[in-house]
């Protein structure tokens, strides 16, 4: 089978295109032969060479990706036969193997894919979207709340804006470039801010009660300073490299609330990241929450897709299709 190997950290250059063995189940496990494979801001840290959170340096050589959705093509030992020919989505934890025309994975972490979902929604929803759950639990966000959005032509800010427009809240979307901004306009946001533009705060022209950052750096320091008095603050990374600051004379001084929605609060919560994953797949089957995708990338141009990524020229979620 083709699949993406990874040889060496560094960048993009490092995936390359190779031809291996087919991967076998072994017990408890099924192949998928896979539809898509979601492409994560984590996977192009871990190229680089970087730890990103739970996720460790793997060993190499290594086949990355850790968000698939396909058809189970065959079962191991202990698995129920009726598996086979399902379509499916996964999310393949610290394995990896993802980038690839096949790969195995527990049959544990199969959730069976909706009717009428398509594997790229699919991949699109199960890791990003079970995160973007996540941290709409912790924003707890309401008809009053004036909600602001970084990064919201992203894949998860594009799930906020629909989700925060479903229970009657404003929203302000931040992106960067007008091709993102319309796209921002598009989903539904009250107000789209291009943040390239100088001078871009004094365009929000209403005081936000919350905001959900997963950016950091100037933009998310910037967005903090437009909260109102006794606003929250829900962070779920920094993909600027820095984190939005989470305490200082700023935040006690006015009142301000922030907290951070990722690592043990996601997993330790009841149901764990399996429910969230499971909401958000259902969510996506009854339209609620459709996901944003970048138009997807063949498997050959994984290198293209992790720099597209990593200078945020992407448009939603980014992923490949073997």
Do not use: C
Request: glycine fraction near 16%.
């Amino acid at each position: 089978m083709k699949a993406i190997r990874q040889d060496e950290f560094g960048p993009a250059e490092v995936l390359r295109l190779v031809e291996v063995a087919d991967p076998e189940p072994g017990p408890g496990q099924v192949r998928i032969d896979v539809g898509a494979a979601g492409v994560h801001l984590i996977d192009t840290a871990i190229r680089a060479g970087r730890a990103a959170g739970p996720f460790p340096l793997p060993q190499l050589p290594v086949i990355p990706g850790r968000e698939v959705a396909g058809v189970v093509g065959s079962t191991g030992p202990g698995v129920d036969p009726g598996w086979r020919g399902r379509p499916v989505v996964a999310h393949l934890g610290t394995a990896g193997g993802g980038y690839a025309e096949r790969t195995v994975t527990d049959v544990t972490a199969l959730h069976p894919v909706p009717e009428g979902v398509s594997a790229v929604d699919a991949v699109a929803m199960v890791g990003t979207g079970r995160t973007a759950l996540g941290v709409l639990e912790v924003a707890a966000l309401g008809p009053d709340d004036v909600v602001l959005v970084t990064a919201a032509a992203g894949g998860m800010g594009a799930l906020f804006v629909q989700a925060a427009r479903r229970v009657g809240a404003t929203v302000v979307g931040l992106a960067g470039g007008q091709p993102k901004v319309e796209r921002v306009r598009a989903l539904g946001a009250d107000l789209a801010v291009d943040y390239a533009e100088p001078g871009w705060p004094q365009r929000v022209r209403i005081v936000p009660t919350a905001l959900l950052d997963g950016v950091g750096g100037e933009l998310g320091r910037t967005a903090l300073g437009l909260l109102g008095d006794g606003g929250r603050a829900v962070l779920f990374g920094m993909a600027s490299g820095t984190p939005t600051p989470s305490e200082g004379p700023e935040v006690d001084a006015r009142g301000l609330r922030v907290e951070w929605a990722i690592g043990p609060r996601l997993a330790d919560r009841p149901g764990g990241l399996r429910g969230l994953a499971d909401a958000a797949l259902e969510a996506l089957a009854r339209r609620e929450l459709v996901p944003l995708v970048n138009p997807p990338f063949a498997l050959a141009d994984a290198a293209r897709a992790h720099r597209v990524l990593e200078t945020r020229a992407s448009i939603g979620k980014v992923v490949l299709t073997p």
